[in-house]
């Protein structure tokens, strides 16, 4: 008898028939893998399985969680007040299976070791979009398992948005030996089966980067890149519930006030693999708000930030998944921050940890005392003292922490102005360096602006400018085999981020680097 192995993620189905605006919504779907008759190989897809959708929920932002449960079954845990989780999900659903196979455009009919690959077309004339078969080779000649990171690159209405993939060295061998064996002839590039396009290969392709372009729009790109850099979901996996044909189903046009904020794709956003001496010990609250309560302005990207960060812990510096809180929105809101910070942190760090906290959002000033405050979701400029988080008290709180090491990292600005900085409507921005606490000797602080500086961020990457040089340091010193120390870090990401500042906004600023010179050596 065929074993079932039931994955169970739990998305998008209302809690309620009627609810309300801002009501919390969830629901389930149901997924199969056939099992091999191993329980070795049944725990292996099923872990593989958690593994890909964890990284997936990371990648695209969303508030949840994946666990393994009794048996086999996996449940993966997602919930949203403000969007329709169904919509939000319907990329999580796809296999993500990537493949090169050699093209035959010249048939219409498969023969011997061939088979047929579905194209969608769009007519330029009627908008409509119809199906081509095309022949290709049943043989796969390269995979997608050694793709490193994908992006989609194209502007709204874009009519032909691509995906630029960049392979492993390893990766970027075979492509280059698959290629040399196809020069002057069509290699077709499929998706889950979908035939995107069949370029003709001119010359081997040594440098382990190639486009993919298809009839796709520009948010379909960038669904693409995002799970193609998660990686496959194991091949024996079927979607039972909700029906396949409705999960997938595209979506009304929405009218435009109701399109969501453009979701970009960065060359950061897939954890490197994980370091071969992994942080055991660590212990992190990991903190995005983007979006508030009293409805101040976007910290644009804030949820993504602190959600890839999360998976960099997890999945490269070997942060145990237990260990490592992430509040998003309205998951973070003041009491939150006194739990996890004040509560369930010291509870958990046990002595000789390393302790992280990181906050990506609007930071906010005093501007009759001079002190800082972390503007959590239900954060008021107006009333910072009763709704706000007292960046003293954070160091305070750490500095209790005896034999530990405590890091904190900072993506928001305290000025008053800037996209990442509020300040109670009516009073002025600050033009000056206010008063700042000292963090304590156990204590590293790296934060991304000086106290009278405008924190941005990087547009084109989707991440705050701040964030995405810590990434990138981070994904470069794995790539070395070794996490770096602060000083390091702070070494890479300075300059880089006071340049590009300079550049794309003409403001200056200039990341911060506070601690003794024992916590500047240390690393996360």
Same mark, same amino acid.
């Given at each position: 008898?065929?074993?079932?192995?039931?994955?169970?993620?739990?998305?998008?189905?209302?809690?309620?028939?009627?609810?309300?605006?801002?009501?919390?919504?969830?629901?389930?779907?149901?997924?199969?893998?056939?099992?091999?008759?191993?329980?070795?190989?049944?725990?292996?897809?099923?872990?593989?399985?958690?593994?890909?959708?964890?990284?997936?929920?990371?990648?695209? +932002?969303?508030?949840?969680?994946?666990?393994?449960?009794?048996?086999?079954?996996?449940?993966?845990?997602?919930?949203?007040?403000?969007?329709?989780?169904?919509?939000?999900?319907?990329?999580?659903? #796809?296999?993500?299976?990537?493949?090169?196979?050699?093209?035959?455009?010249?048939?219409?009919?498969?023969?011997?070791?061939?088979?047929?690959?579905?194209?969608?077309?769009?007519?330029?004339?009627?908008?409509?979009?119809?199906?081509?078969?095309?022949?290709?080779? #049943?043989?796969?000649?390269? +995979?997608?398992?050694? $793709?490193?990171?994908?992006?989609?690159?194209?502007?709204?209405?874009?009519?032909?948005?691509?995906?630029?993939?960049?392979?492993?060295?390893?990766?970027?061998?075979?492509?280059?030996?698959?290629?040399? #064996?196809?020069?002057?002839?069509?290699?077709?590039?499929?998706?889950?089966?979908?035939?995107?396009?069949?370029?003709?290969?001119?010359?081997?392709?040594?440098? +382990?980067?190639?486009?993919?372009?298809?009839?796709?729009?520009?948010?379909?790109?960038?669904?693409?890149?995002?799970?193609?850099?998660?990686?496959?979901?194991?091949?024996?996996?079927?979607?039972?519930?909700?029906?396949?044909?409705?999960?997938? #189903?595209?979506?009304?046009?929405?009218?435009?006030?109701?399109?969501?904020?453009?979701?970009?794709?960065?060359?950061?956003?897939?954890?490197?693999?994980?370091?071969?001496?992994?942080?055991?010990?660590?212990?992190?609250?990991?903190?995005?708000?983007?979006?508030?309560?009293?409805?101040?302005?976007?910290?644009?990207?804030?949820?993504?930030?602190?959600?890839?960060?999360?998976?960099?812990?997890?999945?490269?510096?070997?942060?145990?998944?237990?260990?490592?809180?992430?509040?998003?929105?309205?998951?973070?809101?003041?009491?939150? $921050?006194?739990?996890?910070?004040?509560?369930?942190?010291?509870?958990?760090?046990?002595?000789?940890?390393?302790?992280?906290?990181?906050?990506?959002?609007?930071?906010?000033?005093?501007?009759?005392?001079?002190?800082?405050?972390?503007?959590?979701?239900?954060?008021?400029?107006?009333?910072?003292?009763?709704?706000?988080?007292?960046?003293?008290?954070?160091?305070?709180?750490?500095?209790?922490?005896?034999?530990?090491?405590?890091?904190?990292?900072?993506?928001?600005?305290?000025? +008053?102005?800037?996209?990442?900085?509020?300040?109670?409507?009516?009073?002025?921005?600050?033009?000056?360096?206010?008063?700042?606490?000292?963090?304590?000797?156990?204590?590293?602080?790296?934060?991304?602006?000086?106290?009278?500086?405008?924190?941005?961020?990087?547009?084109?990457?989707?991440?705050?400018?701040?964030?995405?040089?810590?990434?990138?340091?981070?994904?470069?010193?794995?790539?070395?085999?070794?996490?770096?120390?602060?000083?390091?870090?702070?070494?890479?990401?300075?300059?880089?981020?006071?340049?590009?500042?300079?550049?794309?906004?003409?403001?200056?600023?200039?990341?911060?680097?506070?601690?003794?010179?024992?916590?500047?050596?240390?690393?996360?």
């Amino acid at each position: 008898m065929t074993v079932k192995v039931l994955i169970l993620a739990l998305l998008c189905a209302s809690r309620a028939a009627a609810w309300s605006w801002g009501a919390e919504r969830s629901g389930e779907a149901i997924f199969e893998v056939e099992s091999t008759g191993s329980p070795g190989v049944d725990n292996a897809l099923a872990d593989r399985a958690v593994d890909v959708l964890k990284r997936r929920l990371a990648t695209f +932002g969303l508030s949840g969680a994946v666990e393994r449960r009794a048996g086999l079954r996996v449940a993966v845990t997602v919930t949203s007040r403000d969007d329709d989780p169904m919509i939000l999900l319907r990329p999580l659903l #796809k296999p993500a299976r990537l493949e090169f196979r050699m093209a035959h455009p010249e048939r219409t009919k498969p023969g011997a070791g061939e088979t047929t690959a579905v194209e969608f077309l769009l007519d330029a004339k009627t908008g409509e979009l119809r199906q081509e078969r095309r022949v290709v080779d #049943k043989k796969v000649l390269m +995979g997608g398992s050694d $793709l490193v990171s994908a992006s989609a690159a194209g502007v709204p209405g874009d009519p032909a948005p691509s995906v630029a993939l960049e392979f492993s060295p390893a990766g970027a061998k075979k492509l280059a030996a698959v290629t040399e #064996k196809s020069v002057g002839r069509p290699m077709a590039i499929l998706v889950d089966g979908r035939f995107l396009s069949a370029p003709v290969i001119h010359t081997p392709i040594t440098t +382990g980067r190639l486009s993919l372009t298809g009839s796709f729009t520009l948010r379909e790109a960038v669904d693409l890149a995002r799970v193609l850099s998660s990686g496959p979901l194991p091949e024996r996996l079927t979607l039972v519930s909700p029906a396949p044909e409705i999960a997938v #189903k595209a979506p009304a046009p929405a009218a435009e006030k109701d399109k969501p904020a453009p979701v970009i794709v960065s060359d950061v956003d897939a954890p490197p693999p994980a370091l071969a001496r992994g942080r055991t010990n660590g212990v992190a609250v990991v903190i995005g708000v983007e979006r508030t309560r009293q409805g101040l302005p976007r910290a644009d990207f804030a949820a993504k930030d602190a959600s890839v960060f999360a998976s960099y812990l997890t999945k490269t510096l070997g942060y145990p998944e237990e260990n490592v809180v992430l509040l998003l929105d309205d998951r973070a809101a003041k009491s939150d $921050l006194e739990k996890y910070l004040e509560d369930w942190l010291p509870r958990k760090a046990a002595p000789g940890a390393t302790v992280v906290v990181y906050f990506s959002g609007h930071g906010a000033p005093d501007p009759t005392r001079g002190t800082s405050f972390l503007v959590p979701y239900d954060g008021d400029p107006a009333f910072l003292g009763k709704t706000a988080y007292p960046l003293a008290r954070l160091y305070e709180t750490l500095g209790k922490l005896k034999g530990r090491r405590s890091i904190v990292l900072l993506d928001a600005c305290f000025s +008053g102005a800037g996209r990442r900085s509020a300040i109670a409507k009516g009073a002025r921005p600050l033009v000056a360096k206010h008063e700042e606490a000292e963090p304590p000797a156990n204590l590293a602080v790296l934060s991304a602006a000086a106290s009278n500086q405008i924190g941005g961020s990087l547009d084109a990457q989707g991440h705050g400018l701040f964030t995405y040089y810590v990434l990138r340091a981070l994904r470069d010193a794995a790539a070395a085999g070794r996490a770096p120390t602060m000083q390091e870090l702070f070494d890479a990401v300075s300059g880089k981020v006071e340049s590009e500042a300079r550049r794309l906004t003409g403001n200056e600023q200039t990341p911060q680097l506070q601690a003794a010179a024992a916590a500047r050596s240390g690393s996360l």
